[in-house]
């Protein structure tokens, strides 16, 4: 545990010296951010800007160049799934060592919010269905990044668990789940971690007192975060979610991000000035910035807090990502232990489906980062198994949008120049501004603030007979004519909610179909939107897409089907894309896309040595799981992902990986189908039963239970025991510490995953929190050990994990009776039982 001392124990008198130094002016612009990225300086009182970035899949950075590369970590889902918080740790050194790398002070995560429903577009960036998984996962990445100088922003506080409407809408959850489900991950990472700061959601919470935004509602931001439980830290805004001055204010927001545009520029000094916001709130905010920066460094003459924090520059950043995907792949089935292969038992591998030519290895949305490298599976299989003949087909087709307009050799000017035209107009329609390019990405970025509209016009060429598809995809106001054929438009003006709601990322296109018998030319003449947001660089959206007659699916099986049959291997790679799991939206369907499922079939119908790895961040479904000999869940693994699954493949690493959430059979079976506002509201119907939870309280079988996962090896757990109080117990929590015996009975050295679930003595039907789930998690470890060894693993199950809340005390208690504890390999194969009598403890 970290001996840093600045968290609370530090004396604030210096910060009160500078506090006192500043004007009202200069305390509401600490108040603000400078920028999208930055904090206030105030250089007379030594006080640096500050640098923040996203995000939960590395450290994105500051600058603004748009080449700016980091290194690409797994999805959040991927670390927990390895339950390890060990490795845990280390990701939260990876994280210091990129930001620093990055000038950064502050990253912008982790992200504890539960995966209340497999649709939730930001699944990927979240850990767990479970909040003790969560919040045991979360601690050690928070700490371990704060001891070495950097600080963590933790997010999304709180119930913000869906991205439909995610800027309005309204969650209406009861006292007891907020308490013992939604805010626990929170409370976990402030008493123990001591976060620096927590980021307040867009959204709002109905707790049944208090209907408000999040960073208006006083009784949870003060309440509960600062007077409850002592957060010292920075609220920080989500990025334009401030809507009001003094209502934000007096509920606990300490800055608004970005800057310096925003209700709390000059809004909020008028109303210091006028006494609607006191003096008094407005210097516990600012006392609040000045300890951060005390934290991270940014004040002259004081270091970086944390006793690591020159323990950074040693990291080895390309191998524990390498190591961390690799280990937290899950064996979903393995009937005839086909992993690992032996590197020189295969000579030809047919590689196969389209995220084997092209893998989805980071999310969309504030996750994303420009990879700093990326590699191919085919490369990184040729090179694991001795160089044997790889055969990559993408086999179906998993894309729904037209691909972006490759101008190379087929799109000219007006003038007839190679590439785009790009015209930034004035109000009046004149042009501004001219430049022709021959590399168009789909954006134009800090437009000048005069332009109104960004017209692109360019005529492209279509060779090939067949069906195109030619078009442009927007946001905003805007006209597109397509071949002389206005295909679409618009005229709302709009702002940095598409930026909000990432319809900016991947807008539908509006499109042309056309039939072509010989070589023929379409113009495309499209007049958009000059987005001016407030908060965010502008910029203008369009982005030409053009899909060429291709093969058919059905052709594209076949050559998959034949690759297969003359292979000694098949690898079948599916999953989702870019299109499908996002910040911003909500999935449609848990159904793989396109034809990947009938792609499985056929090719394990081809070849019966076949392994299916899913690449994948949130639960889809794999109505063939019960036929396919191995099937691998892969996550979106990073930048190291290709190399990682070559690892897994050939035996050098184990996939330990355990699942950190359900994995439906049937969509009709998931509790919570989706988290769609009704009139605006969310409401979280199934209370404390989250997740796995509710899969037991209704009795449903999953294909894949919660803490799933083979491994490599067999395990036999022996016993199982309660450690005495007062021996060697792991902590003074009074909770209860288990030592369980477990067997490798395998052929291999391998890593056990030990979970411990508890279930609830029988209450009367009126006692607290007597609607208790039928088992829940109280805590695990990981344990290794080589072919036929006998280890024993502690298990710590904290006494918070037994305690329930109580409404009508509105404190915690903990019945008394006896109390289950299973042990097991997931929350669906449980071993071992210990029965422990708790005495009840009350506030």
Not at 223 to 252: I, P, Q
Not at 354 to 362: D, R
Not at 521 to 535: E, K, R
Not at 605 to 620: L, M, Q, S
Request: include cysteine.
């Amino acid at each position: 545990m970290s001996t840093d001392t600045t968290a609370a124990t530090r004396p604030d008198a210096h910060l009160d010296g500078l506090l006192r130094q500043l004007t009202t002016e200069e305390k509401v612009r600490l108040v603000v951010g400078a920028g999208l990225w930055s904090t206030t300086a105030i250089d007379r009182i030594g006080l640096r800007a500050m640098h923040v970035s996203d995000g939960p899949a590395g450290v994105r950075g500051v600058s603004d160049d748009p080449t700016e590369t980091a290194a690409s970590f797994p999805a959040p889902s991927a670390l927990a799934a390895t339950w390890d918080v060990d490795l845990a740790g280390e990701v939260g050194a990876l994280f210091a060592a990129e930001a620093r790398r990055h000038g950064v002070d502050l990253v912008l995560a982790p992200q504890v919010n539960l995966q209340r429903t497999p649709v939730g577009g930001r699944h990927f960036e979240c850990y767990s269905e479970d909040p003790q998984l969560t919040g045991e996962i979360a601690v050690h990445v928070v700490r371990s990044a704060q001891d070495r100088g950097v600080g963590m922003c933790v997010k999304h506080f709180v119930a913000n668990d869906s991205e439909t409407e995610r800027t309005t809408y309204l969650s209406r959850v009861d006292e007891r789940t907020l308490r013992e489900v939604y805010l626990a991950p929170f409370e976990r990472l402030v008493r123990e971690a001591r976060a620096w700061s927590v980021m307040g959601a867009y959204s709002g919470v109905d707790d049944g007192t208090t209907a408000a935004p999040v960073l208006e509602h006083r009784p949870l931001l003060t309440g509960v975060l600062k007077d409850e439980w002592g957060f010292d830290g920075v609220v920080v805004s989500d990025w334009v979610a401030t809507n009001t001055v003094e209502k934000a204010a007096y509920g606990g927001l300490d800055l608004q991000m970005p800057g310096p545009d925003g209700p709390w520029g000059d809004g909020l000094l008028e109303a210091v000035r006028a006494r609607r916001v006191s003096e008094a709130v407005l210097d516990d905010k600012v006392l609040r910035i000045l300890r951060l920066a005390q934290r991270v460094g940014a004040l002259d003459g004081v270091e970086a807090s944390g006793e690591h924090r020159d323990e950074v520059a040693d990291v080895d950043v390309r191998g524990t990502l390498r190591r961390l995907v690799g280990r937290s792949m899950v064996v979903l089935r393995d009937d005839e232990r086909a992993l690992p292969l032996a590197a020189d038992d295969v000579r030809r591998i047919a590689l196969l489906g389209p995220n084997a030519v092209s893998p989805f290895v980071q999310g969309g949305g504030s996750a994303y980062v420009r990879p700093e490298r990326s590699s191919t599976p085919a490369e990184a299989l040729t090179g694991a198994f001795d160089g044997a003949t790889v055969d990559v087909h993408p086999g179906a087709v998993s894309r729904l949008l037209p691909p972006q307009l490759d101008l190379a050799g087929r799109c000219t000017t007006p003038d007839g120049d190679a590439g785009v035209l790009v015209e930034l107009l004035d109000a009046d329609g004149t042009v501004l501004d001219a430049h022709t390019t021959t590399t168009w990405g789909g954006w134009l970025r800090d437009v000048r603030d005069d332009a109104v509209t960004v017209r692109l016009r360019t005529t492209v060429r279509l060779d090939e007979p067949g069906r195109h598809e030619v078009g442009v995809g927007t946001v905003g106001r805007h006209l597109i004519a397509i071949g002389g054929q206005v295909v679409s438009t618009g005229d709302q003006v709009v702002g940095a909610e598409v930026i909000l709601d990432s319809s900016v990322n991947q807008p539908v296109p509006a499109t042309l179909v056309l039939d072509v018998t010989e070589p023929t030319t379409v113009d495309v003449d499209a007049h958009v939107q000059a987005v001016h947001p407030v908060g965010y660089a502008s910029f203008a959206r369009a982005e030409l897409v053009h899909r060429v007659p291709g093969t058919s699916p059905d052709e594209l099986l076949a050559v998959a089907v034949a690759a297969a049959e003359q292979a000694d291997l098949a690898v079948v790679v599916v999953g989702t894309n870019e299109e499908i799991e996002s910040e911003g939206y909500d999935r449609t369907s848990l159904a793989l896309p396109g034809t990947q499922d009938q792609l499985v079939k056929a090719v394990l119908a081809a070849n019966p040595r076949t392994v299916v790895v899913v690449n994948a961040g949130a639960p889809v479904l794999l109505p063939w799981l019960d036929e396919v000999p191995c099937v691998v869940w892969a996550w979106l693994g990073g930048q190291e992902w290709p190399e990682a699954l070559a690892d897994v493949l050939t035996g050098v690493t184990e996939p330990s990986g355990r699942l950190p959430w359900t994995l439906p059979a049937h969509e009709d079976d998931v509790p919570v189908p989706d988290a769609v506002p009704v009139d605006g509201v969310v409401e979280y119907h199934e209370g404390v039963h989250v997740g796995y939870r509710s899969w037991l309280r209704l009795g449903r079988t999953p294909a894949a239970p919660f803490g799933h996962g083979l491994g490599w090896t067999t395990w036999e757990h022996e016993s199982a025991e309660v450690v005495p109080a007062g021996t060697d117990a792991t902590s003074a929590d009074h909770g209860i510490d288990l030592d369980v015996i477990v067997v490798n009975t395998g052929p291999r050295a391998g890593r056990e995953v030990v979970q411990v679930y508890v279930e609830p003595p029988a209450d009367p039907a009126q006692a607290p929190g007597a609607d208790r789930p039928v088992r829940w998690l109280g805590g695990f470890t990981v344990v290794h050990a080589a072919p036929g060894e006998r280890t024993t693993a502690r298990v710590h199950v904290p006494a918070d994990t037994l305690r329930t809340w109580d409404t009508a005390g509105h404190g915690w208690v903990t019945p008394a009776g006896t109390y289950t504890l299973r042990v097991g390999r997931s929350s669906g194969d449980l071993r071992l039982t210990v029965d422990v009598e708790i005495p009840s403890t009350a506030p």
